[in-house]
């Protein structure tokens, strides 16, 4: 197979570097076509199955041996021990009809040995640097035991915390999203694809399966056509900008349609539009799902469905190999689209290196949990911790008596969070091991067995250790079983007695610093005021505990802003920064809180607007929102020209100043307003961030860039272009605040 290579090698030396593009391109599609032209309809069938197993198999099977050794596997899923990986890769290569080798895959999502905090705790970092540089980590670590292929980055975007995978998401906006988006596939990637230490990418779910009712996982989405390619559709388009590799297809049906067998989704939009050419795999059993569904009538008619809208490669159930044979027989799916299946499926092989080096790369064995990697994860950990409250008590002097009590204080596993197969809990560093480490003067009673614990008999000691001490420091949140997937809940607020350990825990009169490690944000209106500190760690693994005691001793400060607006209660959901300002928007001159209301007062009386009785019309803390240990101000926003035309770019300035005592860092964001559209726009959207550093008493001038191609969006005609009209701006730390200024862009 080096063969290849040498025609890559000889062809790319010979031409100039403008054609050598096309020429790879070109004599990569002729080894393609070399390959295909030996195979018979069994050997594609045989290349388009992606065989399920277990990761906990203590034997390889014969049958599956056998079936590898015909030609009936592409692929394999969650294949973990090294041997079987060696041995069923070197029966393909070796023994296969057309020797060609298995691509191996797995649920690599936030790291494969060493653990970063869950991707909606590294979006929490809005920093590409901490997205990338994890991915890099996990493809390093994955690749060594033969992993070549990632099921990530998940792009979905999530307007519901009952959702259990908003735990895996990369937020609520479409513009963070990309950025994190574009650097995870970076990272698992790397340099180049064939690359031993590069794993594929698989862009996922395609789409919108953050959509789903009522947070139900699984569950149907109704997504209009401008929704979809203004919201759910830009991070899919990052990624696959940047070459992601493979993409995934999701479980729920897109506006009556299921997603795996959706023509309009896979091809319309995925290969004419984006011009995608890797391929595309189901999600787990979503092609036979179609019959549940209700749109396939049995096993065959979903596999005729699925083929017709064009994927690749089916995950774990078998409607193309039981069916797809016959289905070309009768002219119902064609020969000429198993070709393309197949060819997209060689051409990420080829791309992976895996014809010339099929055998996993050894060198990187011995890396798990190398300090390198494990500093990177204490890194994201503190990167990723959004500081919500402060009155005062944050960071603590070191010679602070702590009482560390909680749940999750000493929790290595659910620390790590939802989709850590391969994570070791006992390489996690708890809040425990971490104020151990330091010699931080505590004591510790967790109060709680675990964070669905109902009983009160280890109350007492808790409250009396409360007492002997300075701080409390509780660490509450969700046992990691609490969130991912089909794990959504209706009530999001802390399980079990937590709530109930937090209030006698305040009658002490201690102040509390609340930590929570949760797969979401969690409703803490019950209990806030109650506390004097909040940190959200998310589940931060497994560098979390030291993570934490660095930030709690103000080694380092919580860099964390929320890339999730963080609701006061699930009644409010989905709730979202860039929503529409409707024909009455809720504003606070109308509404008169619930208790507030006179009895008998008359009907038309209160303000008639788009807002709750109970709870107002605002999140608990809004997108992009997080303190820090020092103060910033914002003052003397302006624009370059209070007109732009469509070839112009736009300057936007303001001037930073911290203000605190603290060295510190703020992440500076910009927003913007298109007032009036073909379509109703949102009342703000994401359009730019920078992480700026200032020395206590430093003042720093913040400038932005915008050009009319950013303000650019899909009307109902999914024509995508930026119309004439005022604009606002903002900058400043949050959706919910900041400097504003405006603009007219004019055609
Ligand atoms: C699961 C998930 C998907 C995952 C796949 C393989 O059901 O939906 O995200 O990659 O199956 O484990």
């Keep these: ?56 198999a203590k034997t390889l099977s014969e049958a599956l041996k056998e079936d590898v050794r015909q030609g009936k596997v592409g692929a394999l899923l969650n294949v973990m021990n090294v041997e079987f990986v060696d041995e069923l890769q070197k029966i393909a290569v ?74 895996e998401s990369p937020g609520e906006d479409p513009y963070l999203a990309s950025v994190l988006g574009k650097a995870y596939v970076e990272g698992f990637q790397g340099d180049s694809l064939n690359n031993p230490t590069s794993i594929a990418a698989c862009a996922k779910h395609f789409i919108g399966y953050g959509a789903a009712i009522g947070g139900r996982d699984y569950n149907t989405t109704l997504i209009p056509e401008p929704l979809l390619r203004n919201v759910y559709l830009p991070p899919f388009e990052a990624a696959l900008d940047v070459g992601a590799a493979t993409v995934m297809t999701a479980f729920n049906e897109v506006n009556g349609i299921p997603a795996t067998g959706n023509q309009f989704l896979l091809k319309d939009i995925l290969r004419d ?27 065959k008619h979903a596999g005729e469905l699925a083929a017709n809208a064009g994927m690749d490669m089916e995950m774990t159930s078998t409607a193309y190999q039981n069916n797809l044979k016959e289905l070309i027989a009768e002219g119902k799916v064609t020969e000429q689209q198993l070709d393309e299946f197949v060819k ?54 070191k010679n602070t008596k702590v009482a560390l009590i909680g749940p999750l204080a000493d929790a290595p596993l659910d620390q790590m969070g939802t989709w850590t197969f391969d994570g070791d809990k006992t390489h996690t560093v708890t809040p425990l091991d971490a104020f151990k480490s330091a010699n931080i003067n505590h004591v510790y009673k967790p109060g709680l067995t675990h964070s669905r614990d109902l009983s009160k008999t280890q109350f007492k000691k808790a409250l009396t250790t409360a007492k002997q001490c300075d701080v409390v420091v509780f660490v509450a949140g969700e046992e990691a079983i609490l969130s991912g997937e089909a794990h959504s809940r209706a009530h999001i607020n802390l399980p079990g007695a937590q709530e109930v350990l937090i209030k006698e825990l305040s009658k002490t009169g201690k102040p509390i610093v609340l930590v929570i490690m949760a797969g979401r944000p969690i409703t803490i209106t019950n209990i806030i005021n109650d506390v004097d500190a909040v940190l959200m760690t998310w589940h931060p693994g497994t560098m979390g505990g030291e993570a934490l005691q660095e930030i709690v001793f103000g080694l380092r400060e919580p860099e964390g802003r929320l890339p999730i607006s963080w609701p006061k209660t699930a009644g409010q959901l989905p709730y979202f920064y860039n929503h529409k300002n409707t024909g009455r928007p809720a504003n606070k001159e109308d509404y008169v809180a619930m208790y507030d209301i006179p009895v008998g007062a008359w009907q038309s009386s209160l303000g008639n607007d788009s807002h709750y009785l109970d709870i107002g019309y605002k999140p608990h803390f809004p997108f992009g929102y997080g303190l820090s240990y020092t103060e910033f101000r914002y003052d003397a926003i302006k624009i370059s020209k209070d007109t732009i035309n469509f070839n112009e770019d736009i300057i936007i300035n303001a001037t930073l100043s911290n203000i605190g005592k ?36 430093e003042t720093k001038e913040v400038t932005f860039k915008i050009s009319s191609e950013q303000l650019k969006f899909s009307n109902h005609k999914a024509v995508y272009a930026a119309e004439e009209g005022h604009f606002n701006v903002w900058v400043g730390p949050n959706s919910s605040s900041g400097l504003k200024d405006a603009f007219y862009l004019k055609k």
């Design 1 to 56: 197979m080096k063969f290849y290579l040498v025609i890559i090698a000889f062809v790319l030396m010979s031409c100039s570097q403008t054609k050598d593009a096309n020429i790879k391109h070109d004599v990569e599609e002729k080894y393609i076509d070399s390959i295909l032209a030996q195979m018979s309809i069994d050997d594609k069938i045989g290349q388009t199955n992606l065989r399920g197993t277990s990761s906990r």
């Design 94 to 167: 070796e023994e296969s009809p057309h020797k060609i080798p298995l691509i191996f895959g797995r649920d690599v999502i936030h790291g494969f040995k060493t653990i970063f905090p869950i991707p909606l705790g590294l979006a929490a970092s809005w920093d590409e640097n901490v997205a990338r540089s994890s991915s890099r980590v996990a493809a390093i670590e994955s690749s060594s035991v033969g992993i070549r292929w990632t099921f990530a980055p998940m792009l979905d975007i999530a307007r519901d915390s009952r959702w259990g995978r908003i735990a």
């Design 273 to 299: 539009e984006l011009k995608f050419d890797g391929f595309v795999v189901s999600d787990w059993d979503s092609t036979i799902e179609m019959i549940a569904h209700g749109y396939a009538r049995d096993e």
């Design 344 to 397: 997209n499926i060689l051409r990420i092989k080829i791309r992976l290196g895996l014809f010339d080096e099929p055998y996993r790369d050894k060198t990187n064995e011995a890396n798990f949990y190398s300090k390198a990697h494990l500093d990177l994860a204490k890194e994201a950990a503190i990167k990723s911790t959004v500081l919500l409250k402060n009155k005062d008590v944050l960071p603590l002097s």
């Design 662 to 697: 603290r060295d510190g860092k703020e992440i500076v964001q910009l927003y913007t307003q298109d007032v009036v559209g073909s379509i109703t726009r949102p009342v703000k959207e994401l359009k730019g961030f920078q992480h700026v550093s200032l020395k206590a008493g």
